[in-house]
């Protein structure tokens, strides 16, 4: 069944310090992965997406995120963390299921706090 | 400004008290969605709609109602509300063709 990994349910770094988020996938087609994050009282926000192409995508707020096919990863990163990013972080991957065409099946995210 | 808007944002009630949240979107897109978010589990789908008039089952429907007779509109329909619908709610709109997906603010049920 096709399904969204977050193995890191929560995650603690220092201001400054550099941050990768886990996410690993399994779907059997050509994979449409995102990242968003949903910062306290708040809505979900876009971060970044890969359709297709160059394998390290930019986002907003300074993130980026690798996808490795031959290990189902996209995983998010970030060099220095500051502590506005202190948030809860989502990885989706989007794809037929069911049906449904494009749907999105979410991961069940990452809580980051950031330590001053 | 292209948004997603849900109200109300928070809202407590009491088992068995019908209510409606309602959603709407001002892109013109095709297809809407509702997601339940809850501690542990991420965001599940409860329903969808592609077009007007054209709704289906997500992953937890049980014990909610949709209605699309508005391209802009999808409200999200308890009649009868139970405590293990105390959640997290997102509205999510995009085009039908898009992977790309656009969501309102949450709104926050309490049933007691």
């Given at each position: 069944?096709?399904?969204?990994?977050?193995?890191?349910?929560?995650?603690?770094?220092?201001?400054?310090?550099?941050?990768?988020?886990?996410?690993?996938?399994?779907?059997g087609a050509t994979p449409y992965l995102f990242w968003y994050v949903q910062s306290p009282g708040q809505g979900l926000q876009l971060l970044l997406k890969y359709f297709s192409g160059d394998t390290l995508v930019q986002g907003i707020k300074g993130f980026e995120a690798e996808f490795k096919r031959s290990q189902s990863s996209f995983n998010l990163r970030k060099p220095s963390v500051h502590w506005s990013d202190a948030a809860e972080y989502f990885c989706a991957v989007a794809g037929n299921y069911g049906g449904a065409t494009n749907k999105l099946i979410f991961g069940t995210g990452t809580l980051l706090a950031v330590q001053p | 400004e292209a948004q997603v808007t849900q109200n109300p944002r928070y809202l407590i009630t009491v088992t068995g008290k019908k209510l409606t949240v309602t959603c709407s979107q001002n892109m013109n897109h095709e297809y809407m969605s509702w997601y339940r978010q809850d501690p542990g589990l991420g965001l599940r789908q409860i329903y969808y709609s592609m077009n007007v008039e054209v709704t289906d089952k997500g992953d937890v429907p049980e014990g909610y109602k949709v209605s699309r007779k508005e391209k802009r509109n999808f409200p999200l329909i308890l009649e009868s509300p139970s405590p293990n619908q105390t959640s997290l709610y997102f509205c999510a709109s995009r085009r039908v063709l898009s992977y790309e997906q656009y969501f309102g603010p949450g709104t926050r049920l309490t049933v007691t």
């Open positions: 069944a096709q399904s969204v990994t977050q193995p890191d349910i929560h995650i603690t770094v220092s201001e400054g310090a550099s941050l990768e988020l886990r996410c690993n996938y399994s779907y | -």
